[in-house]
Nanobody, 124 residues
Framework: QVQLVESGGGLVRPGGSLRLSCAASVRAFSARAMGWFRQAPGKEREYVGFITWSTGRIFYADSVKGRFSISRDNANNTVYLQMNYLKPEDTAIYYC?????????????????WGRGTQVTVSS
């Protein structure tokens, strides 16, 4: 069974931090790049970043570069998104996604399995 389950979302004040986790089934994780995306109300889903499978190279959208950090634990089929210095404009539902290959991409179409998402709200 293919499964991706995000957790760790919540309400945080501007400037605060959250760490999201995405637990994946083996089929949805092994030999795949893993991506994070987000969707704010009334907006299209957008790319946050991704991490490749073999080399562990990481890429970020300009809007989160220097504030967010992606990592993966291949032994436990889990990928993480550490979010620091959060801003109100980071408010969105955050999704993890399993890539169709090990290289990854910023394009949504490069991912074929998606979690249900976890809500992140940044507000004072």
């Amino acid at each position: 069974q293919v499964q991706l389950v995000e957790s760790g979302g919540g309400l945080v004040r501007p400037g605060g931090s959250l760490r999201l986790s995405c637990a994946a089934s083996v089929r949805a994780f092994s030999a795949r790049a893993m991506g994070w995306f987000r969707q704010a109300p009334g907006k299209e889903r957008e790319y946050v970043g991704f991490i490749t499978w073999s080399t562990g190279r990481i890429f970020y959208a300009d809007s989160v570069k220097g504030r967010f950090s992606i990592s993966r634990d291949n032994a436990n089929n889990t990928v993480y998104l550490q979010m620091n210095y959060l801003k109100p404009e980071d408010t969105a539902i955050y999704y993890c996604a399993a890539g169709k290959d090990s290289y990854g991409s910023s394009r949504l179409s490069a991912y074929d399995y998606w979690g249900r998402g976890t809500q992140v709200t940044v507000s004072s």
